[in-house]
């Protein structure tokens, strides 16, 4: 009995002490794959290191090394995935992982637009489980992660807590400056912003962050009430910028308040172009029609109300009929990806959206990756991998046709409200018309007015002849005097 | 009563279209002042083509005297221009190096002759040195199937150097007009016009002008890159 029980003893012990090293091999195979540069190979080695049962330390150095792997071959998402799983099981023998997990997470996510996805996990993690040396890192996913909740307070704490020498401290700063706004708190917004556009000056990479700083800064100082410093910043804006078309419109109001119509009129021009006319800038003719109004030019306010029912009316009725026909956020993403059943207006809108662009490059992302994935030996791990980009796929899919809705009902409102403004506007005229007529008991006499025109050396000027050519555009200034009598 | 009836008709139609008369003069008058003119929008720009002591380097241009009947001539050529302002360049150094060929018309003739053959006193040409001024009074731009823009400025060039023939060097003079491409600020090309005209000494000891009509077409780079 006792010989039967040691033999069943040694037998257990021999087969857990075989099973340990088949892991252990399969985890070292791994490795040394990995760092003669055969990422497949350690893929899957690493795969079977996973799945086969082992001790927890040994299973997270295998999902750590996979993600190294992924990322070398790369599949960002499947990447930061193994590196959440990382996270997911924390624990006390796998601490000098943790760093170099969450580092790395925060690269891949960042990347991914996924960030909210990082801080999620983070904030699960056990108090001491964040390194020292990643804290600024941690605090700006957990921060994305609470303002994607609509958790705006514990959001500013943990931007706050970015440190200034964190690879995401621009990003933090501009996270505040959204969150002061949102506050209505504008000294400290635009202290935000001008920190951030100062950091991001003369850096081509962070070109477009500049820019949205820039713009971002422009508007808070409008909201603010400085409508000089609005206009400075405005006027900064080149034709490469991507938030040029934005600003052309955007300017034209601290330009009417400021009385200057020989640019906000130019601006609009541009606007108003065959180029851009059609790209719900409907708010532009308003504005123009308003500025006309100012300077009691009403047969040309007249002709910008006339242009925008003809443009617009279909496309308030095409809208109309999406709102109907297309009621869910998913049939909205699919009339998208489809280039139909959505008008053109709407969709030369949308495509321009810097964050609907920026997720269709992500989801392509996603979509190659789950393809790649396929060639790779079917284990549960990587089946796993393939139903997470999956679900993260239709989630993206879900999130842009929901933004897409909001864009789409949020415009359709403006339009209408534009449309009901440009029929007061049209009573205005007559009512204008007739103040001229009774303030001179008749018409005064046209003006005959020879402006003289002269540019600095260096520049030339052409005269608008009624063509539109593509490099004028951002160019136009309107020498036209006041009309008003008093 | 009819005759009443018809004279009070008269009297309304009258005073309707003195009306709408006054009324047509009003909204002429409306219309006049309400409206922005094109001639009250205007567009200023940059000029694309600064040319401010900005220097032009033609490193490649191809050409030829094409038009003679016997003798043709390809040319190769490489520039320098500085051009001190926007309509004023100093070609400071152009050098075009000729290839000759001769065409079968002499020999067609010869061959197909009774009487003594005919020797044509040719001297091959072999290169131009010149060095010349450009004037660029105007600039205008181009626009290719409403898509692609380009800039462009015709000019007029005059120069002197020295023509090389195999057997002599004269003293050669040419008017040139061309028209300028910019495609970049920093990269254009040129297509010219030349006449190098020099007096050329015959065999019998008297000497003939001679033209040479040369086209070219030369790419060029411009430094500094973006104009001041």
Redesign the interface.
């Known amino acids: 009995m006792k010989h039967i029980t040691v033999s069943l003893w040694l037998l257990l012990s021999s087969a857990l002490v075989l099973g340990a090293s088949e892991r252990n091999s399969a985890f070292e195979s791994g490795k040394r794959n990995f760092e003669s540069g055969n990422y497949e190979k350690a893929i899957e080695l690493f795969s079977q290191a996973i799945s086969s049962p082992s001790d927890s330390a040994q299973r997270n150095r295998a999902y750590y090394y996979q993600g190294l792997a992924l990322f070398e071959q790369g599949l960002y998402f499947s990447s930061f995935i193994s590196f959440r799983n990382v996270l997911l099981a924390a624990e006390d023998k796998n601490r000098e992982i943790h760093e170099k997990a969450i580092k790395n997470a925060a690269i891949i996510t960042d990347r991914l637009d996924m960030v909210e996805k990082l801080g999620k996990v983070i904030d699960k993690l056990p108090a001491g489980y964040v390194p020292g040396s990643v804290g600024g890192v941690a605090h700006y996913a957990q921060g994305v992660y609470h303002f994607s909740n609509g958790q705006y307070e514990s959001a500013l704490s943990h931007f706050k807590s970015v440190s200034p020498d964190s690879q995401f401290y621009d990003k933090a700063l501009m996270y505040l400056g959204i969150l002061s706004t949102r506050a209505k708190n504008y000294k400290e917004s635009s202290f935000y912003f001008s920190k951030l556009l100062e950091m991001s000056q003369g850096k081509k990479d962070l070109f477009p962050q500049a820019e949205l700083a820039r713009l971002n800064l422009a508007r808070t100082y409008y909201s603010a009430g400085n409508i000089e410093k609005s206009i400075e910043l405005y006027s900064q804006f080149l034709s490469s910028s991507p938030y040029w078309l934005t600003v052309l419109q955007e300017a034209g109001w601290p330009l009417m308040r400021a009385n200057d119509t020989t640019v906000s009129l130019?601006n609009l021009?541009t606007v108003l172009s065959p180029f851009y006319r059609e790209d719900l800038v409907g708010e532009s003719y308003i504005l123009k029609a308003t500025i006309?109004y100012s300077l009691?030019?009403?047969?040309?306010?007249?002709r910008t109300l006339t242009q925008f029912f003809n443009v617009y009316d279909p496309v308030i009725r095409s809208m109309q009929q999406e709102t109907a026909s297309l009621g869910s956020a998913d049939a909205l993403y699919r009339a998208f990806a489809n280039e139909k059943g959505m008008s053109s207006a709407f969709l030369n809108f949308i495509k321009r959206d810097s964050g609907i662009s920026r997720d269709v490059k992500i989801l392509n992302l996603l979509k190659a990756e789950r393809n790649q994935l396929a060639r790779f030996s079917r284990n549960s791990q990587i089946n796993n991998m393939i139903n997470l980009i999956q679900e993260a796929e239709k989630g993206l899919e879900t999130q842009m046709g929901l933004a897409m809705q909001r864009i789409h009902r949020k415009k359709l409102t403006d339009l209408l409200a534009q449309r009901e403004q440009a029929n007061y506007l049209k009573v205005e005229i007559v009512t204008g018309?007739k103040d001229?007529?009774e303030g001179q008991r008749g018409?005064?006499p046209?003006r005959v007015t020879d402006?003289e025109?002269s540019?600095a050396s260096?520049?030339?000027?052409?005269?608008?002849?009624?063509e539109y050519?593509?490099?004028?555009m951002g160019?136009?200034?309107?020498?036209?005097e006041s009309?008003c009598v008093n | 009563m009819k005759m009443l009836l018809l004279k009070i008709l008269s009297l309304a139609m009258v005073s309707h279209l003195l009306w709408a008369a006054d009324e047509n003069v009003i909204e002429k008058q409306l219309q006049e002042i309400g409206t922005i003119p094109n001639e009250e929008v205007v567009v200023v720009q940059r000029k694309f083509t600064r040319k401010d002591w900005r220097h032009e380097f033609s490193p490649l241009g191809f050409g030829g005297v094409p038009f003679g009947t016997y003798r043709r001539t390809l040319l190769g050529s490489a520039s320098y221009t500085l051009h001190a302002n926007d309509w004023l360049g100093l070609e400071l150094l152009n050098f075009s190096y000729n290839k000759n060929f001769f065409s079968s018309f002499l020999d067609d003739i010869n061959s197909n002759s009774s009487g003594p053959d005919i020797y044509l006193d040719y001297q091959k040409l072999l290169y131009f040195i010149t060095t010349g001024v450009q004037i660029t009074p105007f600039y205008g731009k181009v626009s290719t199937f409403s898509r692609w823009l380009a800039y462009v400025e015709p000019y007029f060039s005059a120069g002197l150097g020295v023509a090389k023939t195999e057997t002599n060097s004269y003293l050669a003079l040419y008017p040139g007009v061309g028209l300028r491409l910019f495609f970049t600020e920093w990269f254009s090309m040129r297509l010219e016009f030349r006449d190098y005209i020099y007096n050329e000494k015959k065999r019998d000891g008297n000497t003939e002008m001679r033209n040479n009509y040369a086209v070219s077409v030369a790419l060029s780079f411009w430094l500094p890159k973006m104009p001041r």
């Open positions: 130019g021009h006309l009691c030019k009403y047969e040309e306010m007249k018309e001229l007529i018409l005064p046209k402006v025109t540019v260096g520049y030339h000027f052409w005269p608008f002849t009624g050519w593509q490099d004028e160019t136009y200034v309107y020498t036209t009309a």
